[in-house]
């Protein structure tokens, strides 16, 4: 493909050739680099901590040059003014939903794209030169504010289906580009009757391996600690028909009910379970009030690190926001090579008000590195789904869809909801507005655009 | 992408639903949660076309805001206050100015008697904000002068008009916004007093192991034994000392008039403390109930926003073993009454706290002196080992370790904190400028004020640094 440098609308219906068009590019004029991070540094004695904050607008600039009749010089000019007052206005104006972009290739690359913020063009003056074009020439630098990354001009499309809504897993693979990809759509529809209301997914990447990671432990698989709890089987309404109860017999304090470690889900694999995760508990109380709470650490670890205090009521199967971990809690590095079999979560539970016994039926780990969660969705199978947009500006919004038709703002919380490049996973957990019910399943459509820093290598 | 999100629910006496996202939106944003009270203030800036900053000044006073970091939700409020800046004028809607159920208290002179008018209220903002109560105090008026006060009070407080505060050379509009916990809502009412302890008397009768008064049904104060008592007696005799005991399970059916005493709050070792009984006339009696019970009558009756969560644990070796009073002797905000009971703490000496949690529910406990948190180069920790340190958006006041402190060693004493490293934070507040800030008991405005000079003269370098590169 020849290269191409053009200023462009998002569906590539008017154009601005900045490489052929009567304002031409002046050769090697063109100045851009990748984009500046913008860093927080933690100084210490020999050297310094950083934690990357966001990458900064860019600006790129060039020269152009016309020769043409001064009516030509001045549409040249007021078509790249109308494309950076395009610019301008799409950021200005909700309403308005024609983006503009700055497309560029070289040769043999494949196009790429960067949303313009806006723009100036400052008319030089020269030997025969001058913005009153008295010699039918003209010479003029444009300065562009763009988005820090380059993007590819169409969608790629993925999906899944019948994902189970306690932790199902989606593993996508071949993500092509630098930093994480711009996810434009998430759809999620519902495979079976009933409404969902409330969604959780978070991706999470691949860091060592995905191939054995499990997002869905059973509480049975675990270790019972108080000495009034049980694993109980025969409940289809369970996951794996068994769940721990807890009839605090023993005692109604609040004391460890239940651990369980990454070796009881897979003893081998552990290393597969690197991650940040978000904790939802499946479970229910018979009557009354009781506390929850998890803690994490490694099983020898005199002091575990707690979670806040959840106090739960519902008597139908719920999932429920334990807190948040991160496996190993000492970070991964390559000075050497931790094992997690040994790493434990635990759930402490009180009987605060009433006699109702604590049912637990499983942990779901939802990856909270790149996560979103959804309120208020009404997904229903056939034509209701929830769609989570992030636009070409980064702003994300949810709609709930009735057919075509948007039908609800639900809530919408989100951290990093990106993409990574290459392998990752998308772990999904999902309830009615009352009730998580097991068979539940739904279908997860996206559409997403791979970005790059500069070059596109693919 | 910022850590947080931060969204808007229309008011939680309506449904409650979602408004709108504002993560970006809201410049600026701060918040702060404190021991006694939870989740405090907060306060935040909005940008924008006169007309969306029109819309949030007029509509969204009362609107309930969201913190949620990673899912969790970590901070809520109410939106309190509303500044409006538009062409230099600054205008301002607020709660605090806002009062639609008002009496007043007066002396009647016919009688000398302290007396109180019929309340005066205004339905549709209490149907709208919320009941908020004022009690004006006057005197020295006739009944129908001190009701057209208080009726006047209603037509200016009634609803929270839009009010200018301020003129100043124009500038871009600008809307701030401050937010406030659910405890601040506490506040909104006066105790009801509908529980008298101190009660009518009969003849009073002292047995070994009980209490008599004929004119008395005491079901309502009874405990069963052994368990942990609700409600202690207190006793003066006719030779001005004073016996006192716990109170256990009373005659009823036969004899409701009758209850059993005990000298422990466990309700296992019958008998009397204090002066004894032996040789004893009672004079006069009052019953006290347990702070939990004040607390959570409290919270049931003058509380519209918070709910009962959890007031006392039930594993009660020690439990919370004071027991007030019942009785006000002027007219007392919820909040402030509660406030001040909880900070009783313990017989045992043990500090207690009570704070609004979130989903609005109120907590009341026996405050965690170990430590919560690690400080290390800077940055708190969930463990000792951990490395990766917590976000501040998701710190509570807690006991916090210093870990990098030279000294390690007790106190002299009997201190709450054992261990010299550990620090007492009373308040965090965290926002998006200056990060997380800690203060315990000793941090000052003063002291405020030269945190952020410090920090606008960083800025100011900075940016003059940046000037010259």
């Known amino acids: 493909m020849a290269n191409r440098f053009r200023l462009a609308d998002v569906l590539q219906v008017t154009t601005v050739d900045l490489r052929d068009g009567t304002l031409k590019l002046v050769d090697r004029s063109w100045q851009t680099s990748s984009p500046t991070p913008d860093i927080d540094y933690v100084d210490l004695p020999y050297g310094a901590q950083s934690k990357f904050s966001h990458f900064e607008r860019h600006l790129d600039a060039c020269s152009l040059h016309g020769f043409d009749t001064v009516a030509n010089l001045i549409a040249g000019a007021n078509a790249i003014e109308d494309a950076l007052e395009g610019a301008r206005l799409f950021h ?65 499309s993925i ?53 054995n990671f499990n997002p869905l432990w059973e509480c049975e698989d675990g270790t019972n600690e108080s000495g009034d709890c049980a694993d109980v089987g025969g409940d289809a309404t369970a996951s794996n028909n068994t769940k721990v109860v807890c ?166 919380s989100d951290r990093d909801w990106y993409l990574p490049v290459g392998t990752s996973a998308l772990i999904i957990a999902a309830e009615r507005e009352t009730i998580q019910v097991l068979g539940d399943t739904v279908t997860v459509r996206m559409s997403y655009v791979p970005r790059w820093y500069s070059y596109r290598d693919a | 992408m910022s850590e947080y999100s931060l969204r808007l629910f229309s008011s939680l006496l309506g449904d409650g639903a979602f408004i709108t996202d504002l993560s970006k939106t809201a410049l600026g944003w701060r918040r702060s949660i404190r021991l006694q009270g939870g989740y405090w203030q907060g306060m935040f800036t909005v940008l924008g076309k006169i007309d969306k900053l029109q819309q949030f000044f007029y509509e969204y006073l009362g609107y309930h805001v969201q913190e949620k970091v990673g899912g969790l939700v970590t901070w809520e409020g109410m939106v309190y206050e509303i500044d409006l800046e538009v062409n230099g004028v600054k205008r301002r809607r607020s709660l605090d100015l806002t009062s639609n159920h008002i009496s007043a208290t007066y002396i009647n002179h016919l009688n000398d008697a302290v007396s109180t008018t019929t309340t005066a209220m205004d339905d549709q903002s209490i149907a709208r904000y919320g009941r908020k109560e004022e009690l004006l105090i006057l005197d020295g008026f006739p009944l129908q002068a001190i ?37 601040f809502t506490m506040n909104w009412r006066y105790t009801t007093q509908d529980t008298e302890l101190d009660t009518e008397q009969g003849n009073l009768t002292y047995g070994a192991t009980d209490f008599q008064d004929d004119a008395q049904d005491f079901t309502d104060w009874e405990t069963a034994a052994p368990g942990d008592a609700e409600y202690i007696i207190g006793v003066v005799n006719d030779d001005d000392t004073y016996t006192w005991a716990y109170l256990g399970d009373s005659h ?45 009558d409290i919270i049931t009756n003058d509380c519209e926003f918070v709910t009962v969560g959890r007031l006392a644990t039930h594993v009660i070796p020690v439990g919370n073993s004071i027991y007030p009073a019942r009785t006000l002797s002027m007219p007392t905000r919820s909040w402030d009454l509660m406030l001040e009971l909880a900070e009783m703490g313990n017989i045992a000496g043990d500090p207690w706290r009570l704070y609004v949690d979130t989903g609005r529910i109120a907590i009341y406990e026996q405050t965690n002196l170990t430590p919560r948190y690690y400080l290390r180069k800077g940055a708190l920790y969930d463990t000792v080992g951990d490395k990766m340190a917590m976000s501040p958006w998701k710190i509570k006041p807690a006991v916090v370790r210093d870990l990098r402190y030279p000294v390690r060693r007790s106190e002299a004493g009997s201190p709450l904190l054992t261990d010299i490293r550990d620090i007492w934070i009373d308040e965090v507040e965290v926002s998006t400028a200056r990060g997380l800030v800690l203060k315990t008991g000793l941090y000052s405005p003063l002291e405020q004020l030269i945190d952020v000079q410090e920090w606008q003269k960083r800025s100011y370098y900075a940016h003059e640094a940046t000037l010259m590169e």
């Open chain 1, 247 to 412: 009839d605090f017999s023993v005692t109604e304090a609040h004391v460890i009910r239940m651990s369980i470690t990454v070796a009881d889900i897979d003893a081998v694999n552990d290393i597969d379970f690197v991650g940040r995760y978000l904790i939802l508990c499946r479970c229910k109380v018979t009557a009354g009030t009781v506390a929850l709470q998890l803690k994490s650490g490694y099983s020898d670890t005199a002091a575990f690190a707690p979670n806040e205090i959840i106090y739960i009521t519902n008597t139908d199967w719920r999932l429920i926001e334990l807190g948040e971990v991160l496996m190993p809690p000492e970070g991964y590095w390559a000075s050497y090579a931790p094992r997690l079999d040994n790493f434990e979560l635990q759930i402490f539970a009180e009987r605060v008000v009433g006699a109702g016994n604590l049912e637990l039926d499983c942990l779901i780990l939802i990856p909270s590195r790149h996560y979103v969660d959804v309120v208020g969705t009404d997904i229903v199978t056939g034509n209701h789904e929830t769609r989570i947009f992030t636009h070409e500006n980064e702003e994300m919004a949810a709609l709930n869809f009735s057919g075509s038709n948007p039908d609800t703002s639900p809530e919408l």
């Open chain 2, 147 to 183: 009701e057209a006060r208080r009726d006047t009070a209603l037509a200016e407080l009634a609803w929270p008009w839009s009010r200018a505060v301020g003129i100043r050379a124009p500038r871009i509009p600008v809307l701030n916004v401050s937010v406030c916990g659910y405890a």
């Open chain 1, 92 to 156: 200005d104006d909700p309403l308005n939903p024609t983006s503009w972009w700055l497309e560029a290739n070289a040769d043999t690359e494949s196009v790429r794209r960067s949303l313009l913020y806006g723009g100036v063009l400052n008319y030089v003056t020269g030997v025969g030169i001058s913005p009153l074009l008295e010699c039918e020439q003209m010479l003029a630098r444009l300065s562009m504010y763009r988005h820090p990354l380059w993007e590819t001009i169409s969608f790629t």
């Open chain 2, 252 to 296: 009823a059916p036969g004899n409701p008039d009758i209850v059993d005493t005990y000298t422990d709050q466990g309700l296992t070792v019958a008998g009397w403390n204090g002066a004894g009984v032996g040789g004893k006339t009672p004079l006069t009696y009052a019953v006290y109930g347990k702070i939990s019970l004040w607390l959570n």
């Open chain 1, 159 to 211: 999906s899944d289906s019948g994902l189970s809504t306690i932790g199902g897993m989606w593993t996508i693979n071949n993500v092509l580009g630098v930093p994480p990809a711009r996810m434009g759509v998430v759809e999620v529809e519902k495979g079976t009757a009933g409404s969902l209301y409330r969604v959780w997914m978070g991706i999470r990447d691949e860091y060592i391996s995905l191939t």
